[in-house]
């Protein structure tokens, strides 16, 4: 019964504050104070996955994605309010996507997005299978090596098997949206992972809101380091909360590197090379790395497992 009642005060925490924000973000005295001030409301939900027992794992994990979303989409109020009604921004502010770009569209299904859907819930699922069925069973270091190779594709997999759900179901009911991962599997840059495939939306909030004000001061450089040290901190959050301070610091670790492998990849000129090379590069910074974030992802992941 207690745990129930701390869920309760969570989630009621959560939903106050997207209603105090929708408010405050639409008001017309002083509009830009307001906007932001709508940020620092939704920035007070953060402690609500905390409320939930440590036990949790699953609870905790939901409830720290939803939160980032509100947080993000507050954000993007504050930039662009878009002339929303106050129902339209609680829509916002719960949405995965920006429900600015919807469109009206055919409730048909898109037969390759059907197409996409499958594929990536096969590879989920064959991947899920190696992870938790197959490597427990070996030792050493062929144990490791199955659980973080096949880890990286169920991360990637679940991720894309989610999106693409969200997809269909927003397009049975004759709506479109832009897609968050633009196919990130066809990336041949790391600038071009981060800055234009993957997450498109925390990617747009680091961009816009750090990277961008700094590259306008001719400051590119300290950008990149400004928006990778924002997913640090926000990666070390996400983890820490469910798991440890431990889970936290290794999934951070993650960004760190790839901050640096940005910055070489300026410096190197990368964007220059023969696509073949590119992807190689890409792919290199991606896979040998990952296990930084894939061990505590599949930590995560363990939690929805019934025990």
Do not use: Q
């Not at 940005?262 to 991606?286: D, M, Y």
């Amino acid at each position: 019964m207690a745990d129930l009642a701390r869920l309760f005060v969570a989630l009621a925490v959560w939903i106050a504050a997207v209603l105090a924000c929708a408010y405050v973000s639409g008001r017309e005295a002083s509009p830009e104070r307001s906007r932001y001030r709508g940020v620092a409301i939704a920035a007070i939900p953060t402690v609500a996955p905390l409320l939930l027992p440590p036990a949790w794992i699953v609870g905790r994990t939901i409830l720290a994605v939803v939160v980032t979303v509100s947080l993000g989409r507050a954000l993007d109020l504050a930039r662009r309010p878009g002339g929303l009604s106050f129902w339209g921004r609680v829509w916002m502010l719960t949405a995965l996507f920006d429900v600015r770009a919807v469109r009206r569209c055919s409730s048909r299904y898109d037969m390759a997005e059907i197409g996409w859907f499958a594929g990536h819930l096969v590879l989920a699922a064959g991947s899920w299978f190696a992870v938790f069925g197959l490597a427990p069973d070996l030792e050493g270091a062929c144990r490791w090596a199955l659980r973080w190779s096949c880890g990286l594709v169920l991360c990637y997999a679940c991720i894309e098997t989610v999106h693409a759900l969200v997809l269909m179901i927003y397009r049975g009911f004759g709506l479109g949206f832009p897609r968050i991962n633009d196919r990130p599997i066809l990336s041949t840059t790391l600038s071009e992972f981060w800055g234009r495939r993957w997450n498109r939306a925390v990617s747009g909030w680091l961009h816009d809101n750090l990277f961008l004000p700094l590259a306008r001061r001719r400051r590119a450089k300290l950008g990149i380091c400004a928006a990778f040290a924002a997913s640090t901190a926000l990666h070390f959050w996400f983890a820490w909360v469910p798991l440890d301070r431990f889970a936290g610091a290794l999934m951070a670790s993650f960004f760190v590197v790839h901050g640096v492998g940005l910055l070489l990849e300026r410096r190197a000129g990368v964007v220059g090379w023969p696509p073949s090379a590119r992807r190689v590069w890409t792919a290199a910074w991606i896979a040998v790395p990952s296990p930084l974030f894939v061990e505590p992802a599949l930590r995560l992941l363990a939690g929805f497992i019934p025990s």
